[in-house]
């Protein structure tokens, strides 16, 4: 087992490590509290994007944890950011109204030519004409973005199909690769690093997702810790020959290694 005394740094994934659909995982919110004591920086690192970062935050405080929104990094963080620093984009978004409501200064006007198209979870409702309207605008020269390729989403009456069947699907037909802007890209976690200005070295990943927490986080030089929640104790087809720095049964247990 993993000795992580000498990290400064936890990254901490939402859902199947803090929470599994809408139930904490136990103990999960009392372990967060035991790291801040130890004067562990923590921030919340997570491919959530079907609602706004200030949803976000307003979900953990109903289960009794407290971050800042500076604390919080989610893909559409890191969209508003790339976004931010290019000249007069024109984003396509196939997102849920309050991630088109956030990213409003960046969106393309009705009918015009589109610089990037973003697909973002699903689920809101997304129809054909989203769909077949990203793709002709791929097709015509946009760039495609993904926030998160992730096949299953989990919530508390089972498995759900997530964004990455929508981004493999646009990808199949426009014939062009689209651009991951969340775990496990090396951009998310070196964003989350710079929040806290710790190196790579003296910080640790912990997540249910091997592919895109552990080896993700290992691949930019970070620790990466796996909990047996969520995605946790089932196979990770994606995951290749990705080994843990540590397995755990659940956050509740991730104190424990900081001796």
């Given amino acids: 087992m993993a000795d992580l005394a000498d990290v400064e740094l936890v990254l901490v994934d939402l859902d199947g490590t803090v929470y599994v659909g809408t139930r904490p995982v136990p103990g999960a919110v009392e372990a967060v509290e035991r790291l801040r004591g130890l004067g562990v920086a923590v921030r919340v690192v997570t491919n959530t994007d079907s609602v706004t970062p200030q949803a976000l935050l307003r979900r953990l405080a109903g289960m009794g944890i407290q971050v800042a929104l500076d604390e919080v990094l989610t893909p559409v963080v890191l969209a508003q950011q790339l976004f931010g620093g290019l000249v007069s984009p024109r984003v396509l978004a196939v997102a849920s109204p309050g991630i088109r ?28 004409e989203d769909l077949d309207s990203a793709f002709r605008a791929v097709r015509a020269g946009a760039e495609l973005i ?114």
């Fill in 101 to 128: 409501e956030l990213l409003g200064r960046f969106l393309v006007a009705a009918g015009g030519p589109a610089t990037h198209v973003l697909v973002c979870d699903p689920s809101y409702g997304a129809t054909y």
């Fill in 146 to 259: 993904a926030t998160q390729v992730a096949r299953i989403a989990r919530r508390d009456d089972g498995e759900h199909f997530d964004t990455g069947g929508f981004v493999r699907l646009l990808e199949y037909a426009s014939g062009e690769r689209a651009r991951v802007l969340g775990k496990p890209s090396p951009d998310f976690f070196r964003l989350a690093l710079d929040t806290a200005a710790v190196a790579p070295e003296r910080a640790v990943m912990v997540g249910d997702d091997l592919a895109a927490d552990v080896a993700g986080a290992q691949a930019v030089g970070m620790r990466g810790v796996l909990v047996r929640t969520g995605k946790g104790a089932e196979p990770h087809p994606d995951a290749g020959a990705t080994e843990p720095d540590a397995t755990i049964d659940s956050l509740a247990a991730l104190p424990r290694l900081f001796h």
